[in-house]
């Protein structure tokens, strides 16, 4: 077997690949000696007909099936020789047509770019440093009691915080439109799930008042028949109510499970868990700034081919992750997709070299810590820990992810790390933002 190797265009790949019409005409007299013992054809007993007739009535396509299948096989062969990797499918196809000589195609395709990482010693990291205060346990107490808390309808006017039910129907140019109408609709003032100026156009109304909001869409409004529009809506208020909070008290802290301790070990259970959280938060931050850092001094040429996979499974992902909206992947544009499917591939790509020239083996240790501490959210974790290790999808994902955080820690050994004195909340809004 002959084969060739030119590149085309930066990281584009033109093998050319001969087979020798000897192991072709040997396959395909194999392939029909086969034939000839389970054949059915009129006028011959199975297992009996002539290999001649086999030829005339079935050699066509045994031909062309082997031909189809040494393509494959020569094709990783020929890879394998040329010690080429490739990054995605081949596009293969027929130089000539058989000959006496044998059979010759080209396949091209692209391969994945050759890595001379920059120096790692040279990377900045900035690492967040932070605690978990009183006054973040007292404000997270608070958000439970707001969570906690009950209406009582009042005869006052509305105000900031108070809850407002109403009846409303919206219309643009006079003509109402889909979606601008309810009833009996619950509304909190400041809680900003309305279009801007609707929640604040309903200060100083009292039960039984009626009134036409004018406010505009946001620009960039989600249904774009209705984005940047003028829109009246003619409310009718139904009722005002405040909001009461429950008391911080034992009561309170039975709520959530605490049996002994009242409040005081209501804090400590709120301080343990907002720790935790804090601690996830800052390990995905440290990650992701290395992460940035690594990529941000290395520049690379992607595979398009590489690129394009990845486009295809972020759109299954989101598909996936919304089931009740019966997404179309395909429908899906890919400009949504390309620049985070771009730096996904170039990620993958650097995290792979640090792996291989930092000699980084996977740590099976890691492994089980990552899964127990994944399982411990759950009530039966050990239940769950078993389904880790029985799934191979999901062990292999954990593995990959301990890996990747494998290379955050050799790279934190030698980057340049600053610590940076931060709080609970600016972590955590900082993860809420991705």
Do not use: C
């Not at 394998?80 to 990797?85: F, I, P, S, T």
Request: charged share 30%; proline share 3%; hydrophobic share 40%.
């Amino acid at each position: 077997m002959q084969v060739t190797v030119k590149t085309t265009s930066g990281l584009e790949r033109e093998m050319t690949v001969s087979i020798p019409a000897e192991r072709i005409e040997s396959e395909v007299a194999t392939r029909v000696a086969k034939a000839a013992k389970t054949a059915r054809v009129d006028g011959f007993r199975r297992g009996k007909v002539p290999v001649s007739v086999i030829k005339q009535r079935y050699g066509a396509g045994i031909r062309q099936e082997v031909l189809s299948d040494l393509i494959r096989d020569s094709y990783g062969q020929a890879l394998d020789q040329e010690k080429v990797r490739p990054a995605g499918n081949p596009s293969i196809q027929p130089v000539e047509e058989e000959s006496s000589e044998g059979f010759t195609y080209k396949a091209v395709f692209e391969v994945y770019p050759e890595i001379k990482l920059k120096d790692l010693a040279k990377l900045k990291v900035e690492r967040l440093r932070a605690e978990v205060s009183d006054s973040d346990v007292d404000d997270m107490l608070e958000n439970l009691r707001n969570q906690s808390a009950s209406w009582q309808e009042v005869a006052r006017a509305a105000g900031e915080g108070d809850q407002v039910k109403l009846h409303y129907k919206g219309s643009i140019d006079g003509e109402l439109f889909e979606g601008g109408s309810a009833d009996n609709q619950k509304i909190e003032i400041g809680a900003g799930r309305m279009i801007p100026g609707f929640e604040e156009g309903l200060v100083g109304l009292k039960a039984g008042a009626s009134k036409n909001l004018e406010v505009s869409f946001p620009a960039d409004y989600h249904a774009e028949n209705l984005a940047g529009k003028a829109a009246v809506f003619a409310i009718e208020v139904v009722a005002v109510a405040e909001k009461q909070l429950p008391e911080l008290n034992d009561d309170f802290a039975q709520r959530f499970g605490i049996v002994e301790g009242g409040v005081l070990s209501l804090r400590e259970e709120v301080r343990k868990g907002m720790q935790s959280e804090l601690e996830n938060a800052a390990r995905n931050h440290i990650r992701g700034a290395v992460m940035s850092s690594l990529a941000e001094a290395n520049e690379l040429e992607l595979p398009k081919a590489a690129v394009h996979e990845e486009v295809h499974r972020m759109k299954h992902e989101m598909a996936d992750q919304y089931p009740n909206q019966k997404i179309d992947p395909h429908a899906l544009p890919n400009e949504l997709f390309q620049e985070r499917a771009e730096r996904r591939v170039k990620l993958g790509l650097l995290v792979s070299e640090v792996l291989r020239s930092a000699e980084i083996k996977l740590d099976s240790d890691k492994v089980k810590d990552e899964i127990r501490r994944q399982a411990a959210g759950y009530e039966r974790a050990e239940e769950v820990e078993r389904y880790f290790y029985s799934n191979q999808e999901l062990l292999n994902s954990i593995q990959m992810r301990v890996l990747e955080d494998q290379v955050v820690e050799h790279i934190l050994t030698v980057a340049k790390v600053a610590d940076k004195e931060s709080t609970y909340k600016e972590i955590m809004a900082a993860q809420a933002q991705g």
